[in-house]
């Protein structure tokens, strides 16, 4: 059993986490203790033994805290040649003065808005990690789109870590869309110290009838990240979500992305890319909920492994009885390089209505000894030819970035990782 | 719709056909589970001590453990100690041919549609009839005999070949690998037992009979397959029960062990009483099936019909130790008014260059869920393994549900795992089709549920195919989605 006693971690967190939300925080407190820290028995972390991997490493549980980031640190990590708006985060803290002035969109710090519906998309009964976060996160952003704004420049969520080790950041993230609006959230983390901590972050999104959102996210916070990170969305009427995970590294780094359908005629889009090496450890856990008839969702995750690195794929439909006229799609895609390398996937259907066409397709390979001789014959050097197959293979994931810039970072990281730039 | 409704009310008004009861005179165990009772059961049976200091060893591991709960089933708890653990037709003297067995019990076979002694002059196949906890009656064994196959009672191999009972009881399912599995290893009354010696090829079909007639019993059976180097046999089982208010129990264990290129095949045509319409009674139906394939080349092959029980809890599995092994599974699960079914395999990949390949069928009507629980596992050194898998579920109704929880697990790199799942209901598109070529929507189902479930039906051999046909038309004959 755990050595990490809930209650303990609890009270000091909760004693310099910030001010307001008092009820929040107990609501997030309560479904703490009753879920506790994951056990290897849960199903939920049966592959990701993260309880185990937090007893190692965080042993005093405290808040990292806010720090300084200056403009040239930031200038550094905004991607070349990006058009878009920044903001700025330190551990979670939002810093207005190093971020732009988004034309029409109200971005505030979350201690300001002290009615916001924090834990109504991401309950905090649902995942232990995420009660967590609402029982104490710290700082905290409220971004607010309005009604009908289409915004063409998308939004950069440039997130600093800096913490000693066995110290916790638990940012949390508040996003609401207005009716028919339009937007595209870029989340990028950069890590500026080497010690193990710990990051477990949430973001909620409320989108609106007929809004359009995209919401990117680059996980490349070096080979000590732990991380939960936590996304949850409603999708409404005629609305449109789409989502793009890259994860490259990490010593456990854990994705949940949930979206419930709320509205029809809507669409529920999840890309995801791990591209591990080393001992990295990602786990993607997604959830698409169907309540409503005339749906859509789509998910492709696709995996590549190298050394001994560890890949999770856990993809669940939930189809509920109302939902007739239900289409979902999934598709799980990994390659392993080496013999250590392990994939662990469970593509999961549950359905409840009849009139629905729902499928899920899975599988895990090497690369194609055909295709490589195909190249190799054509005079291509057999590690290039490696590379430019596996280039083709990512990039199918990549190709859903709608943000050039963004695209063309990604791209480079990722080409250069499987060795195919030339 | 109307007439959807009404073809519907057809469907779920269908009687279990099997659902009689007859009254013979029995044998019974008391009531509860002890220590006792295990004593009580092995001295019934006239077991050695070493079986009866095993079943003892089983019941305390039993008792130690956790009933399951991680299966997407619900039920009232069961309640053990309430049940009969041992009933068995009373007769003077063990019968030495069927001329000698009691009318009785060979008109409850006839009824249900196996005359043993038809069987026995025409089919070619040999039958081990199963009734409550003992075996009544085995067919054709002098004809095997004489090849040097064993095939009999459970209990007349404990007295008879103690030697392979004693190496190979246990070796494939522990007794501690579950909780029904440990139980049934505790208080198991019988069940048959297969021996095919090296290099024979069984020559005609094997099958085993099972029947629950007696109220309040539970029915444990074991059976063990047994085929040494390059052997073949087929192996077949079925099974019914009366219709009963409350629910019965049958927590049965099956263990095959396959040698060096040898090929077993075993099917299932599962037809215990799957409750009334209400969703009252019905059988509980928690089994534990595994086979090994122990040496290289050798396979085995799992076909299942599964269109009885209230609650199904059963995962067929094949440990792939041999290099080159084989291991197959096919299955077509439907479920009817309340049942659930949580059925699937594991394919374990141990040795070099293993094949599996799973084909699951999930049919679900009325208010009933379905589920496929799977699990294919590539172990460390098991370098170019295989595995394609498919499950495709078919919705009838609104009410009904569908689920697949596939487990992929893969360590070594050089494995190519495919796995697909599909849900969706008969098409509108294709029944239309039908009726404008003049088929009425009653059989234009039928047509395309057998056409859905060809795949695996085309694996059963011949005498099941046409009673798995059979009891799908009977099932489902009809029911527009």
């Known amino acids: ?422 | 719709m109307s007439k959807d409704n009404q073809i519907l009310e057809e469907l779920t008004s269908k009687e279990y056909e099997h659902g009689w009861s007859v009254n013979y005179e029995a044998d019974e165990a008391p009531v509860g589970l002890t220590e006792d009772t295990i004593r009580w059961i092995s001295t019934k049976k006239e077991e050695p001590q070493w079986l009866l200091d095993w079943r003892l060893k089983a019941f305390k591991t039993w008792e130690a453990m956790y009933e399951p709960k991680w299966a997407n089933v619900h039920y009232p708890k069961i309640d053990l100690q309430s049940l009969k653990y041992y009933s068995a037709p009373k007769q003077a003297s063990k019968p030495k041919n069927l001329d000698e067995v009691d009318p009785e019990l060979l008109d409850i076979y006839k009824r249900l549609g196996i005359n043993l002694n038809e069987q026995k002059r025409l089919q070619g196949i040999a039958v081990d009839a199963v009734l409550d906890s003992v075996s009544v009656a085995t067919t054709f064994k002098g004809t095997l005999s004489k090849l040097g196959i064993v095939f009999c009672s459970f209990s007349e191999a404990v007295k008879e070949h103690p030697e392979l009972v004693k190496k190979y009881l246990g070796s494939v399912v522990p007794m501690t690998d579950n909780y029904y599995a440990a139980l049934n290893s505790a208080v198991f009354s019988d069940g048959s037992f297969c021996y095919i010696p090296k290099g024979v090829r069984c020559p005609m079909e094997l099958s085993t009979y099972f029947r629950i007639n007696a109220a309040n019993t539970g029915q444990f059976e074991r059976t063990l397959i047994v085929a040494e180097d390059e052997s073949y046999v087929s192996y077949l089982e079925g099974c019914t029960a009366p219709q009963r208010d409350e629910n019965q129990l049958h927590a049965a264990v099956v263990e095959i062990y396959a040698g060096a290129h040898a090929e077993v095949k075993y099917s299932t045509v599962q037809n215990w009483f799957p409750g009334d319409k209400e969703g009252k009674g019905g059988i509980y139906n928690f089994v534990t099936k595994r086979g090994i394939c122990a040496g290289d080349f050798s396979k085995i092959s799992w076909t299942q019909v599964e269109t009885g029980s209230a609650v199904t809890w059963k995962y067929p599995s094949c440990i792939l130790k041999g290099d080159n092994s084989i291991g197959e599974f096919y299955s077509v699960a439907v479920t009817n008014n309340y049942q659930q079914a949580d059925t699937g395999t594991k394919m374990i990949h141990i040795g070099k260059n293993t094949k599996s390949r799973i084909v699951s069928k999930g049919i679900s009507a009325g208010k009933s869920q379905n589920s496929y629980r799977g699990q294919v596992q590539v172990m460390k050194r098991a370098t170019n393994a295989r595995n394609f898998s498919q499950c495709d579920s078919l919705l009838m109704g609104d009410r009904c549900g569908a689920h697949t929880f596939p487990y992929i697990d893969i360590n070594n790199p050089t494995a190519k795992v495919e796995h697909e799942a599909t849900t969706s209901k008969i098409g509108e598109d294709q029944l239309f089709y039908c009726n404008q070529r003049g088929i009425a929507t009653e059989d234009a189902v039928a047509l395309i549920v057998n056409g859905y479930a060809k795949e695996v039906l085309n694996q059963l051999p011949m005498e099941f195919a046409v009673e798995a046909q059979k009891l799908l038309a009977l099932t489902l004959e009809g029911s527009v989605g």
């Open chain 1, 1 to 422: 059993m755990s050595t990490l006693i809930k209650q303990d971690i609890l009270v000091e967190l909760l004693g310099n986490a910030g001010n307001g939300f008092e009820q929040v925080r107990t609501a997030g407190k309560e479904a703490f203790q009753t879920q506790g820290f994951p056990t290897n028995k849960s199903e939920e972390y049966k592959f990701t033994a993260i309880t185990k991997k937090l007893e190692q490493n965080i042993q005093n549980f405290a808040q990292a805290g806010d720090f300084e980031v200056t403009a040239e640190q930031v200038k550094a990590n905004v991607f070349e040649g990006y058009l878009g708006d920044v903001l700025v985060f330190a551990n979670g803290h939002f810093h207005p003065a190093l971020s732009s002035t988004i034309e029409g969109v109200e971005v505030a710090l979350l201690s300001e808005k002290a009615d916001t519906a924090l834990g109504s998309i991401a309950k905090p009964e649902k995942d232990p990690f995420c009660a967590l976060n609402q029982s104490a996160f710290e700082g905290g952003v409220y971004i607010s789109v309005p009604k009908k704004a289409q915004l063409q420049k998308p939004i950069l969520l440039l997130n600093f870590f800096k913490a000693n080790a066995g110290q916790v950041i638990q940012p949390r993230v508040w996003i609401q869309t207005g009716d028919f609006a339009e937007v595209t959230f870029i989340n990028h983390s950069i890590n500026l110290s080497e010690a193990p901590y710990f990051v477990n972050k949430v973001v909620e999104i409320k989108g609106g009838l007929n809004t359009q959102i995209r919401y990117y996210k680059l996980q490349d916070e070096g080979k000590n990240a732990i991380e939960v990170s936590t996304v949850e969305t409603d999708i409404q009427q005629d609305g449109r979500f789409s989502s793009v995970t890259v994860s490259l590294s990490g010593e456990l780094v854990r994705n949940n992305l949930n979206l419930s359908i709320l509205g029809s005629n809507s669409e529920g889009n999840m890309y995801g890319l791990y591209l591990l090496n080393g001992k990295s450890h990602v786990d993607n856990h997604t959830n698409v909920d169907h309540t409503v008839p005339h749906a859509e969702s789509n998910e492709l995750y696709k995996g590549i492994l190298a050394d001994s690195s560890r890949g999770v794929f856990n993809g669940k439909i939930f189809v509920r009885q109302d939902a007739q006229k239900t289409n979902a799609f999934q598709q799980n895609n990994n390659i392993l390089l080496s013999d250590d390398a392990v994939v662990n996937t469970k593509p999961q259907l549950e359905i409840w209505a009849d009139d629905v066409k729902c499928s899920h397709g899975c599988t895990t390979g090497q690369l194609d000894e055909e295709a490589l001789f195909y190249l190799q014959a054509r005079g291509i050097a057999k590690d290039q030819a490696k590379g430019l197959l596996l280039y083709a293979f990512a990039g199918e994931v990549l190709e859903h970035i709608t943000d050039e810039s963004f695209r063309e970072y990604c791209t480079e990281l990722v080409q250069k990782r499987l060795g195919s730039k030339f």
